[in-house]
């Protein structure tokens, strides 16, 4: 069985675990992978003549195995799960498990910390150098990242950003040692491989969790310090009054999904175009009652406007991330749907 086992390919694992779930199961899967891992996959599947009964049993406890790893993995990381699979499985078994867990699904780094609160985390990296600082938050959430980079000092925080943009990879050294200062008040995941991180995308995340006064501060010094970089970040950002860029049926959801009180706030100092959009897309009565409500509103504070638009961004971007809703970037002719 063993022999069985160690003759087998990972893409041969991964097909034949595929034909043992069935094409319902395995049309969801093939949803999550990329058209290269596709078209490997599939060809893989269909060089597969017979699946015997040892061979299919082994696969499938291999993924159960690996499935329950990154189970104790969230709830208490590396260390965690390895001594839950050593119990259960044995030492060796259980170094197999982890070290085909950390090559294969790149367990990252900073995990701890992603369940950290971000004032907590604030606290303890602000004194440190701009690119500890940069490293830490490129791995946490966007918007706990938004949050950190949010309260750290202006003339710090479009260094950052620019740090995290240009980032590449960093060796599991650096990260380690990192991670082993922060392990004092928090916990530590470690990975073994080099591991991407950052780039512009990951800045662009970042700089979507922050509040706009921070994110224009950015933006604005980095377009002195490096205009390129600056123009393909905003590209790829989605600001409140993108809103005009959405069609019809993606902004009568939108408006369905936002707390009207935001909406007003948000549109009291919005541009004509921007109000004319949103209210072509409302019924007569409700329009006249938003700008009945709006004329009677009385002066507001910018930070309060900010904020609404801020969460009627979150909204717009999390309808995109589950698909009802597409945004147009970077002057693409992408269909809104």
Request: proline letters at 3%.
């Amino acid at each position: 069985m063993a022999r069985q086992k160690e003759a087998l390919t990972g893409k041969q694992k991964a097909a034949i675990l595929l034909i043992s779930l069935g094409p319902d199961v395995s049309a969801e899967v093939y949803k999550h992978l990329t058209e290269e891992e596709i078209e490997k996959l599939t060809l893989e599947i269909s060089s597969v003549k017979k699946v015997d009964s040892v061979q299919k049993e082994d696969v499938i406890e291999q993924f159960h195995q690996i499935a329950l790893a990154q189970d104790y993995i969230s709830q208490g990381g590396i260390n965690y799960a390895k001594s839950v699979l050593e119990k259960a499985l044995g030492q060796q078994e259980a170094s197999n498990i982890i070290n085909r867990l950390t090559s294969s699904l790149q367990v990252k780094p900073f995990d701890f910390a992603r369940k950290a609160d971000p004032s907590q985390i604030l606290n303890f990296i602000q004194n440190e150098h701009p690119q500890t600082i940069a490293l830490v938050l490129s791995y946490l959430d966007p918007e706990q990242s938004g949050q950190i980079l949010s309260e750290l000092p202006q003339e710090m925080q479009a260094d950052i950003a620019k740090r995290i943009a240009v980032m590449d990879s960093t060796s599991p050294e650096i990260i380690y040692e990192v991670e082993q200062v922060l392990e004092k008040k928090l916990s530590t995941t470690v990975t073994q491989d080099y591991t991407q991180t950052g780039g512009i995308q990951a800045v662009v995340e970042v700089l979507n969790g922050v509040d706009r006064s921070t994110e224009r501060t950015i933006l604005d010094a980095l377009e002195i310090q490096d205009p390129e970089l600056a123009e393909e970040i905003k590209k790829r950002m989605f600001v409140f009054e993108d809103i005009v860029t959405l069609d019809n049926r993606a902004i009568q959801r939108v408006i369905r999904e936002v707390e009207n009180d935001d909406l007003r706030l948000s549109l009291k100092v919005s541009s004509d175009e921007v109000k004319e959009v949103v209210f072509s897309n409302m019924s007569t009565r409700m329009a006249d009652m938003f700008r009945e409500e709006m004329e009677f509103m009385g002066p507001v504070r910018l930070r309060d406007v900010e904020e609404a638009q801020t969460r009627i961004v979150a909204v717009i971007r999390r309808l995109e991330e589950v698909g009802e809703i597409v945004i147009a970037r970077g002057g693409g002719d992408d269909i809104i749907v």
